[in-house]
Structures are given as structure tokens and as C-alpha cells.
């Protein structure tokens, strides 16, 4: 086997299967059935619930949804990945913390759009992913916007994609009671092949750029470490009220409104447990800035330094990088990449590595090797290009 797997052809799959299981299990033939993709996230890491800027991409890898209306307001749910028989709700009576499992998320949908005043009802849905959970690719995000996609189109209510990525991060905000961001949300509603999509979250405003790795005889490598380190959830909030709590001592609206040249300043006025923390993010938000300029100018390889100082900021001012995400960066940067670095939340997950076509196996063999060495259970390497968004495909 080679050390990196062919890029997943997702996009082509056929939707048969789901629409099959969905008759076994709900007796009907579905209404339709919607994707929704994960995402890796280029550069602009913990700079979303700072105002400020990212720069992901959708992947191959994405949530289906069968899906057909019900007129007696259930909502009933099964998963092929999700263990245990199907879900039956009223949704009527979802409230948050009424749901502790995987349903928590198309439910937290469900409640999200009916909490903004949309007129909706019950539904069967069939659910089956091809996106890793716990790997940091946004699984989450992916199964809340293919269900907000899904009850968009069956409801007729015509939000746009960016209007259900904020129906689906307040389904994972209020429902679920994770405090995230709206990038990954944004990344699964809003993305496009063949590009990446530049979110400036103050504004409200997305756009796509080109983003043709292999265009420049380059790849995109996905490192899934495997590893999920339990501390990262309440380090998620912690770290978010700390940036918060910078921004308000500096008589801030968000951190985003710090440029480069204000961090001596800031660092003079804030407690010494916060500056790296400030630092983090505004040089995090100079760095998608930068990238964005590379990319409009077609230079790809420009993002590997950019990428690998991101990575570096991650691991040493925010500290949420482990030994597991740091090995897989030093090892390719070792073997020759142009950039590495952890995508995403953090204290695991996964790494994206930006390679030469010709130094991309090198790299994967060497990272595997260095798992071996260390003793870590074996990652699992793909490459990625970007995907489209989230779309009804049947
Ligand atoms: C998680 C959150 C996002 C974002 C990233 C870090 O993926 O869901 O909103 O904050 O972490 O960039």
C-alpha cells in the first residue's frame, strides 16, 4: 500500500446506497438527498471567534442526508456510523441538553431554525459520512449543515448557504453546548472546487480564491494523527474567554482590531498569561492576509513558510499543539516539505502538509516511520484538493 491514500473520490459517489437503507429503515422512498463536506483550514486558526480571518477548504469527505418531511412533527434519525437503533423526537419538545448522543447535532438543527422563527416540521433522515470524526475535519459541521441544507430545500425556506452555516454553528453553540467559531460551518456551506474560501467573520463577508495545488505540481497531504486529547474541550472555552478577556482590557471589541505594531503596546498592558495568546491571533490574521495575496498571484509554494509559522504559533504562543502534531510537522518539514502545520482546534487531530508531487510519498513514508519509531498507533495519510460546498445531489 502506498504511505499516502488517493485523493477520495467522494464527489462521485452514488447516492443509491443511502436511498436504499432509507427505505429499509423508514419504509418510504426520500425526498432528496444533500452532502455536506468537512474541511481542513489553510491558515487563520482561533482567529474566527476573534472577528477576524480564515482561509479553509472543503475536502472530498462529506455527510449525506436522505431526508423526507413528516407531518406528525417527529424528527427521527438513524446513522449508519451512529450505534443503536433510530432516534425518535418531537420537535415539538427539543430543548437543549434533551439530547446527549450524535443526534444532538441534526436535532440542534432542527431547534436552531425553529428558535430563528422559521416554520418547519418533522423528518425522517438517513445519515452516512465518509468524514473521520474526532480527527479535527469537522464532522460536526458537516452533519449540521447537510441536515440545515436538507430543511432548507424540503421546508422551501430559502436561506442562503452562509445564512444555514449560522443556523448550524447556533444548532452546535445552543443545542449541543460547544462554544465554536462559525469557520467550519462556514467551510461546509460556503466552499468551492477548486477553491479556498477567504472568511473575514467581522464583516460577514466570504469570497473565493483559487487554490490549484496541483496546478504547481504540488499536493495537499492530510495527516490524521489519530490522537484526541480529552483536555481540548474545556481548553477550547478556556482559551476563547481569555481572548475575550484581552480584548476587554484593552478596550477592544475583539482581538481582531489589534494590528501587528499594537502587540508591544498590548504586551505592556495585559497580564503576561494573555500576550501570547494576543500575539497568536494577530499574527495569525497577518498571516491569512498574506496567503490570500500569494494565492490571487497563483504562488502556492509562497503559503508553505506561511503555513509552517502558523504551525509554530500554535505550538508556542496558543500551546495547543501535542508531541503527536509536532512530530508529523518536523518530520515532513525534515523530509522536504514546504509547509506543515495542525488544522483546526487542536490537541490533536489532524496536520495538512504541502508538498512536491515528487517529494509526497517520501514524506508520507517517513511520517509513518516516525510514528513506528515512536511508538504512536499508525496516522492515516490522504490527499486532499478542494471540494465543493454543501448541496442537494439527488
Ligand atoms: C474549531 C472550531 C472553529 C475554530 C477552530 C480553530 O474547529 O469549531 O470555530 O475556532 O476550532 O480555528
Given at each position: 500500500m502506498n504511505a499516502v491514500d488517493a485523493p477520495d473520490n467522494a464527489q462521485g459517489r452514488s447516492v443509491r446506497p443511502v436511498e436504499e437503507v432509507f427505505r429499509r429503515v423508514f419504509g418510504a422512498h426520500p425526498e432528496g438527498v444533500w452532502a455536506a463536506p468537512g474541511r481542513v483550514n489553510l491558515i487563520g486558526e482561533h482567529t474566527d471567534y476573534n472577528d477576524g480571518f480564515a482561509l479553509p477548504i472543503a475536502?472530498?469527505?462529506?455527510?449525506?442526508?436522505?431526508a423526507k418531511r413528516r407531518r406528525d412533527g417527529r424528527l427521527r434519525l438513524h446513522s449508519e456510523q451512529g450505534e443503536g437503533p433510530v432516534i425518535d423526537l418531537a420537535v415539538a419538545d427539543l430543548v437543549p441538553g434533551a439530547v446527549t448522543t450524535w443526534g444532538a447535532y441534526p436535532a440542534g438543527v432542527v431547534w436552531a431554525l425553529r428558535e430563528a422563527g422559521y416554520e418547519t416540521g418533522g423528518a425522517d433522515l438517513h445519515i452516512d459520512s465518509t468524514v473521520p470524526t474526532g480527527a479535527g475535519l469537522s464532522s460536526s459541521a458537516a452533519l449540521e449543515c447537510a441536515v440545515a441544507f436538507a430543511y432548507d430545500d424540503l421546508y422551501g425556506l430559502g436561506l442562503t448557504p452562509a445564512a444555514l452555516a449560522l443556523i448550524a454553528q447556533r444548532a452546535e453553540n445552543g443545542f449541543v453546548g460547544v462554544p465554536c467559531g462559525v469557520m467550519d460551518?462556514?467551510?461546509?456551506?460556503?466552499?468551492?472546487?477548486g477553491q479556498a474560501l477567504h472568511l473575514d467573520i467581522r464583516a460577514g463577508a466570504h469570497e473565493h480564491v483559487p487554490f490549484a495545488p496541483g496546478a504547481e505540481g504540488l499536493r495537499l497531504l492530510v495527516v490524521d494523527t489519530r490522537?484526541?486529547?480529552?483536555?481540548?474541550?474545556?481548553?477550547?472555552a478556556a482559551l476563547r474567554a481569555g481572548c475575550e478577556r484581552a480584548a476587554r482590557l484593552l478596550g477592544l471589541a475583539a482581538l481582531r482590531d489589534l494590528a501587528p505594531e499594537d502587540l508591544p503596546r498590548a504586551g505592556r498592558l495585559l497580564p503576561a498569561s494573555l500576550v501570547p495568546l494576543v500575539r497568536h491571533v494577530v499574527t495569525e490574521n497577518a498571516r491569512v492576509t498574506e496567503a490570500v495575496s500569494?494565492?490571487?498571484a497563483g504562488r502556492?509554494?509562497?503559503?508553505?513558510p506561511i503555513i509552517s509559522a502558523g504551525h509554530a504559533?500554535?505550538?508556542?504562543?496558543?500551546?495547543?499543539?501535542?508531541?503527536e502534531t509536532d512530530l508529523v510537522v518536523d518530520t515532513a518539514l525534515e523530509h522536504g516539505a514546504l509547509?506543515?502545520?495542525?488544522?483546526?482546534?487542536?490537541?490533536?487531530?489532524s496536520v495538512i502538509v504541502l508538498v512536491a508531487e515528487e517529494r509526497a510519498s517520501a514524506v508520507g513514508t517517513a511520517v509513518t516511520g516516525a510514528f513506528r519509531t515512536a511508538g504512536y498507533q499508525e496516522p492515516h495519510l490522504f490527499e486532499v484538493s478542494p471540494a465543493p460546498g454543501a448541496r442537494r445531489i439527488a
Amino acid at each position: 500500500m502506498n504511505a499516502v491514500d488517493a485523493p477520495d473520490n467522494a464527489q462521485g459517489r452514488s447516492v443509491r446506497p443511502v436511498e436504499e437503507v432509507f427505505r429499509r429503515v423508514f419504509g418510504a422512498h426520500p425526498e432528496g438527498v444533500w452532502a455536506a463536506p468537512g474541511r481542513v483550514n489553510l491558515i487563520g486558526e482561533h482567529t474566527d471567534y476573534n472577528d477576524g480571518f480564515a482561509l479553509p477548504i472543503a475536502i472530498p469527505q462529506h455527510t449525506l442526508v436522505a431526508a423526507k418531511r413528516r407531518r406528525d412533527g417527529r424528527l427521527r434519525l438513524h446513522s449508519e456510523q451512529g450505534e443503536g437503533p433510530v432516534i425518535d423526537l418531537a420537535v415539538a419538545d427539543l430543548v437543549p441538553g434533551a439530547v446527549t448522543t450524535w443526534g444532538a447535532y441534526p436535532a440542534g438543527v432542527v431547534w436552531a431554525l425553529r428558535e430563528a422563527g422559521y416554520e418547519t416540521g418533522g423528518a425522517d433522515l438517513h445519515i452516512d459520512s465518509t468524514v473521520p470524526t474526532g480527527a479535527g475535519l469537522s464532522s460536526s459541521a458537516a452533519l449540521e449543515c447537510a441536515v440545515a441544507f436538507a430543511y432548507d430545500d424540503l421546508y422551501g425556506l430559502g436561506l442562503t448557504p452562509a445564512a444555514l452555516a449560522l443556523i448550524a454553528q447556533r444548532a452546535e453553540n445552543g443545542f449541543v453546548g460547544v462554544p465554536c467559531g462559525v469557520m467550519d460551518q462556514m467551510a461546509s456551506a460556503c466552499c468551492a472546487e477548486g477553491q479556498a474560501l477567504h472568511l473575514d467573520i467581522r464583516a460577514g463577508a466570504h469570497e473565493h480564491v483559487p487554490f490549484a495545488p496541483g496546478a504547481e505540481g504540488l499536493r495537499l497531504l492530510v495527516v490524521d494523527t489519530r490522537v484526541k486529547h480529552d483536555l481540548g474541550d474545556g481548553a477550547y472555552a478556556a482559551l476563547r474567554a481569555g481572548c475575550e478577556r484581552a480584548a476587554r482590557l484593552l478596550g477592544l471589541a475583539a482581538l481582531r482590531d489589534l494590528a501587528p505594531e499594537d502587540l508591544p503596546r498590548a504586551g505592556r498592558l495585559l497580564p503576561a498569561s494573555l500576550v501570547p495568546l494576543v500575539r497568536h491571533v494577530v499574527t495569525e490574521n497577518a498571516r491569512v492576509t498574506e496567503a490570500v495575496s500569494h494565492l490571487r498571484a497563483g504562488r502556492v509554494a509562497a503559503l508553505g513558510p506561511i503555513i509552517s509559522a502558523g504551525h509554530a504559533s500554535l505550538r508556542d504562543d496558543y500551546a495547543i499543539s501535542c508531541a503527536e502534531t509536532d512530530l508529523v510537522v518536523d518530520t515532513a518539514l525534515e523530509h522536504g516539505a514546504l509547509g506543515a502545520r495542525m488544522t483546526g482546534g487542536g490537541f490533536g487531530g489532524s496536520v495538512i502538509v504541502l508538498v512536491a508531487e515528487e517529494r509526497a510519498s517520501a514524506v508520507g513514508t517517513a511520517v509513518t516511520g516516525a510514528f513506528r519509531t515512536a511508538g504512536y498507533q499508525e496516522p492515516h495519510l490522504f490527499e486532499v484538493s478542494p471540494a465543493p460546498g454543501a448541496r442537494r445531489i439527488a
